[in-house]
């Protein structure tokens, strides 16, 4: 791990709806994530980790605040210049697997590059490469309807890292799991952890976050713990 900071996020507000309606999800929120660390988030349902989530992976905007990536601004108001972030940066795993269920598990993960307009060619070492990391070489050719939760996980988690991103995000990536396949899922991101990827886990299993480097705690849209080190 490194002394660096590559997620900061500083005093970061975010409201949804209006009025009467008003939801204050994130009420100044600051944490810091260093570069190969591996961080649990934790927090009761509503607190406002997916929201967080959601903000560090450039698929959402805030009201106010900063986020500092390796030190520069991410941009929220460029359209153009927060895709490029999040597709170049970000890869993304969330509960429910989310993959396309009318493309098999080598189109899915093909996902991400055709959007980065690589060769098919680089294509298919990539996507191969990904799903031998990921144990499911043999299912390439096999729909999400085919796959147990463990497997279509891993599709996901295929998906989310055949660009080589520097940092991985996962929004409850067990919490529709069995204990044992949780656990190897869990392993996973910390093999993916091993080779120098900073990775964040939301998680509500204090087993999963147990094995982190640290667990952050958020209230009602505040961090409460910031499990030693990481708060600016
Ligand atoms: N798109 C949205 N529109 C309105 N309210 C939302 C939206 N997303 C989240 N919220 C609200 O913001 C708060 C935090 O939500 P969320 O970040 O999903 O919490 P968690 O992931 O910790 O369960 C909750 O009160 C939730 O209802
Ligand atoms: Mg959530």
């Not at 060619?121 to 070489?137: C, H, P, Q, S, Y």
């Amino acid at each position: 791990m490194s002394d660096k900071y590559i997620i900061e996020i500083k005093d970061v507000h975010k409201t949804f709806g209006k009025k009467e309606g008003k939801v204050e999800a994130l009420r100044g929120i600051d944490i810091s994530f260093r570069e190969g660390e591996m961080t649990a988030v934790m927090g009761k349902s509503g607190s406002g980790k997916s929201t967080l989530l959601n903000i560090i992976g450039g698929i959402m905007s805030f009201d106010s605040g900063k986020y500092l990536y390796k030190g520069k601004e991410v941009n929220l108001k460029k359209q153009s210049e927060l895709t490029k972030f999040r597709r170049k940066e970000i890869g993304f795993v969330v509960q429910y697997f989310a993959l396309v269920d009318d493309l098999n598990v080598f189109q899915n993960v093909a996902l991400p590059l055709k959007y980065m307009g690589i060769s098919r060619r680089n294509i298919k070492k990539k996507v191969m490469d990904a799903l031998t990391e990921l144990g499911i070489r043999d299912k390439a050719k096999a729909y999400p309807y085919e796959l147990s939760g463990g497997q279509q996980q891993r599709a996901a988690i295929a998906r989310a890292i055949v660009k080589d991103p520097a940092v991985v995000l996962a929004d409850e990536p067990t919490g529709a799991l069995d204990e044992a396949t949780g656990d190897s899922v869990q392993n996973i991101f910390r093999e993916l952890n091993n080779k120098g990827k900073t990775v964040i886990i939301v998680t509500h299993d204090e087993k999963v976050a147990q094995r982190c480097d640290r667990i952050v705690r958020i209230k009602d849209g505040i961090v409460v713990d910031c499990g030693g080190g990481g708060i600016s």
